[in-house]
């Protein structure tokens, strides 16, 4: 009678879980829960028998289903294995993948920086020559217009003309080296 009730509450048990579960880890947890409530059913009926122990020899699935079962434990460690596999790759990119970003937004700020600075200094610039422009109108445009040149045809000697006395002005000064003066080789003519 007691290893009728006992297989009855074992059943019971079983039912309830998942096969995965009692095939692998539940063996300690089932053998637990039959023997406590076997003895709860024994004590209800008041048979007087004390359960001492609980021990399932083996837990297995049926001969119909274990290859099946054999593949599905089969897949669940392949699965582990690919997540296990993807976690390390995540772990090897993530960081370079961080780094790069880092890299790019720093290489951003330093351009945002760079072109701020630059904007900057070509506005106090023009500030600057306006402040030179509005102090002397004719010497600032001439003296723009001599750099224009100069950025156009760098490669050219230039005189300035005056239109009046038809002389050339010696521009050697504007040189850097103040031994090789400009030849005439470009009219040019500017109103004073």
Known sequence: ????????????IIGKMDVDYVLTVGKIKIQEMTKKKTQEMLDQYHIGVKIIDTNLQSVEPPLAVIEAFNDVSSAKIDRERLINEALGRKSEILPKARGEVHKIKETAKAYALESINMAVGEADRFVSILREYNKSKNITETRIYIEAMEAI???????????????PVDLGFLSNDQAEAPMLSNRRSINN
């Open 1 to 12: 009678m007691v290893t009728i009730l006992a297989e009855s509450e074992l059943i019971e």
């Open 153 to 167: 045809l760098p490669e050219m000697k230039k005189y300035i003309v005056d239109a009046d006395s038809k002389t």
